[in-house]
């Protein structure tokens, strides 16, 4: 069974405008949660996380939103731009005092178009 | 800057041969991590180490076996490969414990199992 569900699989954007990737989880024990990006070819980049005593966080273009009561999270990139075309991974883990597994989503395929 | 290296990038087998994957590391990190990632999934944990001597089992371990004898080194072992395991497979590391140390990947390693 899913715990990180990332329901969408791929999304087009035209450039300039803003991209919303969502993740949705199941596990309330979840603690702490990441977005990778991946090129072809490359392994996965860390983006940005959130702990989930936030419910923002804001790295210039990017900003991650936790909704812990929906059990959701998503991720915004501002302006988009050719280069966040993409494989984005959402990410979750129990946090510190656990066995530091993260669990991933199975991505969403991020399309910027000119 | 290598970081996480990989070898090697590709490799075809033939059902019950063996081999083994090296992933080598120049951050000096203490963690270390295999997945593997198959079309439609994301990244699933196959076994880690939380430093030089320790090995623990991930997500979907059967079929592999690891060893960390150097810090810098993570191996993973096939002992007798099954087409099931035709998959992309990752290295990663981190510095330290916690989903907060971002975890760095490595390229991959494509390997088709016949």
């Known amino acids: 069974d899913q715990q990180v569900k990332q329901n969408s699989p791929s999304l087009s954007v035209q450039e300039g405008r803003i991209s919303i990737l969502n993740c949705d989880y199941t596990?309330?024990?979840?603690?702490?949660f990441l977005w990778y990006k991946k090129y072809p070819a490359e392994g996965p980049t860390f983006l940005i996380s959130?702990?989930?005593?936030?419910d923002k966080n804001e790295d210039g273009r990017f900003t991650v939103f936790l909704n812990k009561s929906a059990k959701h999270l998503s991720l915004h990139i501002v302006p988009s731009q050719p280069g966040d075309s993409a494989v984005y991974f959402c990410?979750?883990?129990?946090?510190?005092?656990?066995?530091?597994?993260?669990?991933f989503g199975k991505g969403t395929r991020l399309h910027i178009l000119p | 800057n290598a970081g996480v290296t990989q070898t090697p990038k590709f490799r075809v087998l033939k059902t019950g041969q063996s081999m083994t994957l090296l992933c080598a590391q120049d951050?000096?990190?203490?963690?270390m991590y295999w997945y593997r990632q198959d079309p439609g999934m994301g990244l699933r944990l196959i076994h880690y180490?939380?430093?030089?001597?320790?090995?623990a089992k991930g997500e979907v371990p059967d079929g592999y076996n690891v060893s960390r004898l150097k810090k810098q080194n993570f191996l993973l072992g096939l002992e007798s490969a099954a087409p099931s395991q035709t998959s992309v497979y990752f290295c990663?590391?981190?510095?330290?414990?916690?989903?907060?140390?971002?975890?760095?990947f490595g390229d991959g390693t494509r390997l088709s199992i016949l």
């Open positions: 990663a590391s981190s510095p330290n414990r916690g989903p907060n140390q971002p975890q760095h």
């Open positions: 596990n309330s024990m979840f603690d702490y």
């Open positions: 951050m000096n990190h203490e963690y």
């Open positions: 180490s939380v430093g030089e001597g320790t090995t």
């Open positions: 990410a979750a883990s129990e946090g510190l005092n656990r066995d530091d597994k993260i669990i």
């Open positions: 959130i702990s989930s005593i936030k």
